[in-house]
C-alpha cells in the first residue's frame, strides 16, 4: 500500500487492555485507525490487512466485518459508475469508551477551545473528524507518560 518502509505500529493502552479484542484484532484495529489519519482517510484493501496480520485475505474480511459488528468502525463503499471500487473504513467513537477514557478526563489544549478537544458523536457515531481523534489520542498519551 506503501512505499515507505514499515517502521511499526502504535497501538493505544484502550486498545491494548481491552478483553473484548483478540491482539489480532488489536493490531488490525490500531491499523485502520493509523491509516484513518490520511487525507484520503482508510481505504486499504483485504489484501493490505492481510499482508499485515499474516493471514488470508477471508480471513482479514472477516476480521473487518467482526469490528463492525462490534461497533469499533463503519465502512462504507466507494462506487464509481455503479461499480464497487473500493470501501472506507472509519473508526467509531466507541473507541473513545474504552478503558474509561473520554476526552473530558485528559487536559484540554491550552492553545485551542474546549470545543476543539470534544469528539461530538453523529447519528452513526463516526467519528467527524479525524484531526479531533488524532488529538484525544495525544492527550492519552500524554496522560500515560505522565503517569509513569
Known amino acids: ?3 515507505n518502509k514499515r517502521k511499526g505500529i502504535w ?3 484502550e ?3 481491552n478483553n473484548e479484542l483478540d491482539n489480532t484484532n488489536k493490531i ?3 491499523e485502520i485507525i493509523s491509516l484513518d489519519t490520511l487525507s484520503k482517510g482508510c481505504f486499504a484493501s483485504n489484501e493490505h490487512f492481510a499482508n499485515l496480520l499474516g493471514v488470508t485475505k477471508s480471513s482479514a474480511s472477516k476480521r473487518i466485518t467482526s ?3 462490534l461497533e ?3 465502512t462504507k463503499n466507494v462506487y464509481a459508475n455503479k ?3 473500493g470501501r472506507i473504513i472509519t473508526p467509531t467513537t466507541k473507541l473513545l469508551s474504552l478503558g ?4 473530558e478526563n485528559h487536559p484540554s489544549d491550552k492553545k485551542g477551545s474546549s470545543s476543539d478537544n470534544r469528539v461530538v458523536p453523529q447519528g452513526n457515531g463516526v467519528v467527524p473528524q479525524r484531526t479531533q481523534l488524532i488529538h484525544l489520542l495525544v492527550q492519552i498519551l500524554v496522560q500515560i507518560l505522565i503517569q509513569l
Open 28 to 30: 488490525l484495529l490500531s
Open 67 to 69: 469490528l463492525t459488528k
Open 100 to 103: 474509561g477514557s473520554s476526552p
Open 15 to 17: 486498545i491494548l487492555e
Open 11 to 13: 497501538i493505544s493502552i
Open 83 to 85: 461499480v464497487c471500487t
Open 72 to 74: 469499533y468502525i463503519t
Open 1 to 3: 500500500m506503501t512505499t
